[in-house]
């Protein structure tokens, strides 16, 4: 089921108004998909690009066409190890979220 353009918008709306709103998308992006859970954090990744940078300036600045990021972050798509984080690196910089990794022993 696709985003409706009223949630879309209020989305946008949110996350260029709230910082932390930004933040937690971005976190939960990144912990569903170091999680495994790919699908999802392709899912929230997308609605963070089209909500922030959109991906025709994404892909200005990864140096990537904007089809080819609309098929990585698709629920089939499969993003190398550096495509993706290039797009983690931009969407750091557009969003002013500084991500950083910490560990837990399970």
Do not use: C
Not at 48 to 72: C, D, I, Q
Not at 94 to 101: D, N, Q
């Amino acid at each position: 089921m696709g985003l409706t353009r009223e949630f879309k918008n209020t989305l946008a709306a949110r996350a260029e108004r709230d910082p932390r709103f930004r933040e937690a998308l971005f976190t939960e992006a990144l912990n569903a998909y170091f999680a495994g859970d790919t699908a999802v954090g392709k899912a929230i990744l997308r609605d963070l690009v089209n909500a922030t940078v959109g991906f025709e300036e994404l892909a200005l600045t990864v140096k990537k066409p904007s089809k080819s990021l609309h098929r990585m972050l698709a629920p089939r798509g499969n993003p190398s190890t550096d495509n993706f984080f290039s797009i983690v690196n931009a969407l750091q910089k557009k969003t002013h979220v500084k991500l950083r990794v910490t560990a837990k022993a399970s």
